[in-house]
Each structure stands twice: as structure tokens, then as C-alpha cells.
């Protein structure tokens, strides 16, 4: 069973269980978090959270070990206000909402409370994801270390330097998922272009797309090696390279371009 350290004593409040709050409620649940020990806040909540046994929308425990908040940001202000009384130090609040900063919190719950600010990303919905974390000087290693715990049964954590990182990681990791499928959906549309039917061409991108990210995980090797160990000279993917890898109109200044405005993005949503 996975350390959940003082959450079963406690309890565990999720405000919000959409995609992202429902992923991590599973892998919670798999990884032998007792139903008992988690309360959650959700308006609408779905047929897979009613089959549980957590309890939905019922009385809370005044001071829980954690609150994950995971609602959308523009639901923050009306969500609120359900937990604002548990802030002052003795409960940890996590967050996976994008654009809401780490003194936001402070001014809900007060600035002697310990806040973690964290960025998911969509693969955690299979398990897959890659999370970005940094908390407070409220946050106590022990605190930490159980953020890590319940952000890792849905993927990797990593932890920042700095809260500033944070919109770099919004443009990079957060939002990456949406320019891999949109990459796929092109590699389809090549394909189809050059022959292929649509069904094949998808089947085929998908494949190449995931099988080339597990091997890029799973290998020793940079990913600029792997790409030279699949590159003959003078053949098929050298002269497919040559245009994705142009320095005026290939992939490198389009991707700087595309993770820069999703940066700027977060940004701006961080100001308000």
C-alpha cells in the first residue's frame, strides 16, 4: 500500500472531480487509499463517483490532512468558499488549477497556511501524466512529500525552483498534449495525402507517435541519438528532416513560437 502518511486519520477533501479529480480519486483507490478517508465537493457528480464508496457532497472533517482543489479556475470564486474555513495552518492545500497563483490561495486561506501549487497534465487520465509542484515556505518536507504522494498514482512529479517556473511548465507540459494530437492528426492527413486510407493513416500515426515517446522514455539514449540511429544517410527520413528540421520554416522555430504564446498565456491568466 502507498504511504498516504496522516490522510486516513484525517481525511482527504477533493474539490472537484471532473477528468483530472476523478483520474486521481482512481488512482488514490488503487493504490489502497480507504474510500472512508476521502470527502469530495462536486455539483455534478458522475455515475463512476456515485458507485463509490467516498462520500459526495456531505458533512467534511473541520480540519483534513489535505484539500486537493480541482475545479476550473473561472469555478474558483464560487468554489471557494466551502473550504475557506480550514485554512490556518493545520490543513495542506493542494492545487492543479492552472493560472491561480500561490498568494491567490494565501488571500483565501491566509498566508499561514501551506499551499502547493501543481500542474497535471491530460495523460494522467491513463495513468501517464507528468506533474510540475512547488509549495509555499509554509510547506513542510512531510506536507511535500505527501503532494508527491497522491500526484505520483496518476505519473511522475517533479519538483520546481521556483513558483515563476510554473508558465514555462503551463506551455510545455500542460498544454503538450494538445500539439502531440495535433501532430497526429497531421501525420494522418500526410498520410492520406500520399495515398494511404484514412483509417491506416491514423492507425499508423498513433502508433509511431506513442511507440517513438515510450522508446524515448525507456532508452539511455538522447533523444537527438535516437533520431540520428534512425537517420541513413542520403535516405527516406533524411530527406523528411530536412524540411521538418529547417531552421527558418521547420518544426524547431514553430514549436519555440507555439510554447512561448502558452506561456504568455499562463501568464496573463496569472495576472487576472
Not at 493504490?31 to 470527502?39: D, E, I, K, Q, Y
Not at 523528411?240 to 512561448?260: H, N, Q, W, Y
Amino acid at each position: 500500500m502507498t504511504d498516504f502518511g496522516t490522510v486516513p486519520q484525517r481525511g482527504l477533501v477533493l474539490l472537484g472531480c471532473g477528468k483530472m479529480g476523478s483520474a486521481l480519486l482512481a488512482g488514490w483507490l488503487a493504490r489502497g487509499l480507504s474510500p472512508t478517508a476521502v470527502h469530495v465537493i462536486e455539483p455534478h457528480p458522475s455515475v463512476w463517483l456515485r458507485g463509490t464508496e467516498v462520500s459526495v457532497n456531505a458533512a467534511l472533517p473541520a480540519h483534513p490532512a489535505i484539500v486537493l482543489i480541482a475545479v476550473k479556475p473561472q469555478m474558483m470564486g464560487a468554489a471557494l468558499p466551502a473550504i475557506a474555513s480550514m485554512g490556518g495552518g493545520a490543513t495542506l492545500f493542494l492545487s492543479i488549477a492552472a493560472g491561480t497563483t500561490i498568494a491567490a490561495f494565501e488571500a483565501v486561506f491566509g498566508d499561514d497556511s501551506p499551499i502547493v501549487r501543481a500542474m497535471p497534465n491530460t495523460p494522467a487520465a491513463v495513468g501517464q501524466g507528468i506533474t510540475a509542484i512547488i509549495g509555499n515556505p509554509q510547506v513542510t518536507p512531510a506536507q511535500m512529500a505527501l503532494a508527491e504522494t497522491l500526484l505520483s498514482a496518476v505519473g511522475q512529479v517533479v519538483r520546481l525552483d521556483h513558483e515563476a517556473q510554473m508558465d514555462a511548465v503551463t506551455g510545455l507540459s500542460g498544454s503538450g498534449p494538445a500539439y502531440v494530437f495535433h501532430l497526429i492528426d497531421c501525420l494522418t492527413d500526410a498520410g492520406v495525402a500520399q495515398g494511404l486510407p484514412p483509417a491506416l493513416a491514423l492507425q499508423l500515426a498513433r502508433a509511431t507517435v506513442a511507440g517513438a515517446g515510450a522508446l524515448a522514455m525507456q532508452s539511455d539514449e538522447t533523444p537527438t541519438q535516437l533520431r540520428v540511429n534512425v537517420t541513413s544517410p542520403n535516405g527516406t527520413t533524411q530527406a523528411g528532416l530536412a524540411v521538418l528540421m529547417d531552421e527558418r520554416t521547420g518544426l524547431p522555430p514553430l514549436i519555440a513560437s507555439t510554447v512561448a504564446a502558452a506561456t504568455g498565456r499562463s501568464k496573463e491568466l496569472a495576472r487576472g
